[in-house]
């Protein structure tokens, strides 16, 4: 394998087959570009994130679908603040029940809002330059699954950890052959 071969280069894959979104979008704008995405048509979603871009293909943040619900329904991830409480310590989740119909019915009339607030920062950014081993290191140090690659300012794409796993495996840590 080349030099160049051990770069992320090849592995990259490109803004334009990566769900992305401008800063200036709606959460129902999020929801659609999320289906765009969706694999061979199915109802699954693909990606657990956008990347969240400026009109200048800038990077400004990452919205993960959690971030979403989260500006669907922000009264049921509120934290119910209690000063004194005798009995039961800990989360409340079963209470969440209580919150069904007020969280089903804003979830609609949330769909307009901005999802700038919601934006949530890119701590690790890659070059295409960028050696596959070095790459797999910081992803791991920064626990990071997918990465933002970028190249003089702009955002050209993403490296996931799956392109990774399949350039080792097949290159590097290539299994045996089993005898048929």
């Known amino acids: 394998m080349s030099q160049n071969e051990k770069t992320i280069a090849g592995l990259i894959i490109p803004l334009e087959q990566y769900p992305h979104i401008q800063e200036s979008a709606s959460l129902e704008e999020a929801i659609i570009q999320f289906k765009e ?3 061979d048509g199915h109802e699954r979603v693909a990606h657990n994130q956008l990347l969240v871009i400026n009109d200048k293909d800038q990077l400004v943040g990452r919205l993960t679908l959690m971030d979403i619900m989260r500006g669907f329904a922000p009264q049921l991830f509120g934290k119910t603040k209690v000063e004194h409480f005798d009995g039961k310590t800990g989360d ?13 019915s804003e979830c609609g ?15 690790l950014t890659l070059s295409r330059e960028t050696h596959l081993l070095k790459a797999l290191v910081m992803m791991s140090a920064h626990n990071e699954l997918n990465v933002p690659v970028t190249e003089n300012g702009r955002v050209i794409g993403v490296l996931r950890l799956e392109e990774i796993f ?15």
């Open 37 to 39: 995405f969706l694999p």
């Open 92 to 104: 409340f989740t079963d209470l969440a029940l209580l919150l069904e119909e007020s969280t089903f």
């Open 109 to 123: 009339k949330n769909r307009s809002k901005p999802i700038l607030p919601l934006v949530q920062p890119i701590k």
């Open 166 to 180: 399949l350039a080792m495996c097949n290159t590097y840590c290539v299994l045996p052959q089993a005898n048929s």
